[in-house]
């Protein structure tokens, strides 16, 4: 079993920038694609960016240039730097880590972007 909690949510005016963090309670980076999703009011849930073992990145089109995922392996800690956040980002971020066999939740963090 592995548990994800993120952190570094909240309120952030248009042009703002925030740092999420996914702290897994273990070390299972060389063997799980670490995933940032988010799911607005009404919508589908969507990838946001994800990082394989191998250090790969891909981002949604709406974040590429303005979103960067990016780990500790030292802290077992996943990051998404979002820079540029637009009110269209607000949503609630989920931390999510995929194997071939099985794949984990984070209880998700609010990010809200207004003015």
């Known amino acids: 079993q592995v548990q994800l909690v993120e952190s570094g949510g909240g309120l952030v005016q248009p042009g703002g920038s925030l740092r999420l963090s996914c702290a897994a309670s273990?070390?299972?980076?060389?063997?799980?694609?670490m995933g940032w999703f988010r799911q607005a009011p009404g919508e589908q849930r969507e990838l946001v960016a994800r990082?394989?073992?191998?250090?790969?990145?891909n981002y949604a089109d709406s974040v590429k240039g303005r979103f960067t995922i990016s780990r500790d392996n030292a802290k077992n800690t996943v990051y998404l730097q979002m820079n540029s956040l637009k009110p269209e980002d607000t949503a609630v971020y989920y931390c999510?880590?995929?194997?071939?066999?099985?794949?984990?939740w984070g209880q998700g963090t609010q990010v809200t972007v207004s003015s």
């Open positions: 999510h880590a995929d194997s071939a066999l099985r794949n984990y």
């Open positions: 273990r070390n299972i980076f060389s063997r799980y694609t």
């Open positions: 990082i394989t073992p191998g250090g790969s990145t």
